[in-house]
């Protein structure tokens, strides 16, 4: 029950903080045999949410052993299907409990049921997937040999975040073909070191065509500057809808092109491109707009500006009644975590834990003046949401309106820069 009422929290929060999540081949993650989900962990507990909140299976996750230390803790993380798994940080004593995770873990792949494993063994905010460990390989052998039947498979998947901070950002997550443990079985019955290496290369490989990522050696900072102008000439303008279950994403595509041909490129070449954006940027921030202008995509229509007029009373209703959760995830963010890794799951937080227990409140505030006005409040989620949507709206109008604004001259060089920009990094999609 527990884990059900996890899913679907995970599933409203998202509608809050996410602008659009893309979840690319979902399907190639089985319901009938044993899958082994591999992903990179890029963001803290996000990604747990992202995969457990949208695939139907029901999914169990194997998680860092310290999180299980508190006891209400470690109640909660097995109700929602959580596994530890313990690392040499945590002592030789503490790791002597993974036999009974890996078992437990087998005994759950050979009911064939979903087991996610972040397999790069720690969390790290980069733009890149870095190489994974050999535990889910082993497992997966493990799989193979005590339970042949649930023929065993590694789903290579990768998770990307926009912009990891930020509220309405968006996220892609996508999973890979099955990677087929059994082929590997011979080799494995001859020489176990050999084969372990062979699946985990195989598995790495596919990670990495998967991956929406720049050369290690290039600052994240130099890769979000590249991936939001990359991002910037297909965004998707539509509200809806926000959770997007596809086979192909045009964002993905630009954003992993721009990647790949910028960390093709000599660190020259690379520094007067990041020079370039820089001071395009420099210009549009001081003009008070966005690249979006620059593509001619987000012209205001009349239809904005009746939203804007008819929407106003809602926005300030919505923005108010979720003011205090969101406030709270956002303080307890910046003075409570250090580490960029772990920021974004700590403004989910209100949502996930503390939001339900705020409408609960005010359902029994509201029910004072009966039952009807105690079913308003869920209302409350919905204006939340919709005060995001207009604020987004907002700031687009007034962003076409200074860019209007601007004289044909400036505008014309503005588009010019940008539209130098592209070819470098997008090559036939300028």
Not at 44 to 56: A, M, N, R
Not at 131 to 151: H, M, V, Y
């Amino acid at each position: 029950m527990l884990y059900l009422c996890a899913k679907l929290i995970a599933k409203i929060s998202f509608f809050s903080v996410y602008r659009k999540v893309y979840i690319i081949n979902e399907d190639n993650v089985p319901g009938d045999r044993a899958a082994l989900v591999t992903c990179n962990h890029p963001n803290g507990f996000v990604e747990p949410l992202v995969i457990g909140g949208y695939i139907p299976h029901s999914l169990y996750f194997l998680v860092r052993g310290s999180a299980f230390e508190n006891k209400i803790a470690r109640y909660l993380l097995n109700a929602i299907h959580c596994i530890p798994i313990f690392r040499f940080r945590d002592g030789f004593a503490m790791m002597r409990k993974n036999n009974k995770s890996m078992s437990a873990s087998v005994n759950i792949l050979s009911e064939k049921n979903p087991l996610i494993v972040f397999a790069e063994g720690s969390t790290q905010q980069v733009r890149y997937v870095r190489p994974i460990q050999k535990g889910a390989i082993r497992l997966a052998f493990d799989t193979l040999t005590n339970a042949p039947e649930s023929d065993p498979c590694i789903i290579p998947s990768v998770i990307h975040f926009s912009n990891p901070q930020f509220y309405r950002s968006e996220v892609v997550m996508e999973y890979g073909e099955p990677i087929n443990v059994a082929d590997y079985r011979e080799l494995y019955k001859t020489h176990k070191a050999k084969a372990i290496k062979s699946l985990l290369d195989d598995t790495n490989k596919a990670m990495q065509v998967l991956s929406i990522s720049v050369a290690p050696a290039i600052d994240t900072k130099d890769a979000d500057t590249v991936f939001e102008i990359a991002r910037s000439t297909v965004r998707d303008k539509n509200i809806f809808p926000i959770i997007e279950k596809v086979s192909t994403s045009p964002n993905r595509d630009a954003e992993r092109i721009a990647g790949n041909n910028f960390s093709e490129l000599n660190e020259t070449d690379r520094n007067e491109i990041i020079g370039d954006i820089n001071k395009l940027k420099t210009e549009l921030d001081q003009a008070g707009i966005n690249y979006e202008q620059l593509t001619g995509r987000t012209k205001s229509t009349l239809f904005n500006i009746v939203f804007l007029v008819l929407g106003f009373l809602p926005f300030i209703i919505g923005r108010v009644l979720n003011i205090i959760p969101i406030k709270i995830g956002q303080a307890f963010s910046k003075s409570k975590v250090k580490k960029d890794e772990f920021k974004a799951v700590m403004k989910l937080m209100p949502f996930l834990i503390f939001y339900p227990i705020y409408l609960l409140f005010l359902g029994l505030i509201f029910g004072i003046g009966g039952w009807l006005s105690g079913l308003g409040v869920l209302l409350v989620p919905v204006l939340g949401w919709f005060s995001f949507v207009y604020e987004g709206q907002f700031k687009e109008f007034i962003a076409n309106r200074k860019f209007n604004a601007l004289s044909q001259d400036a505008q014309q060089k503005l588009s010019t820069i940008y539209q130098n920009i592209l070819p470098k990094l997008l090559n036939n999609r300028a």
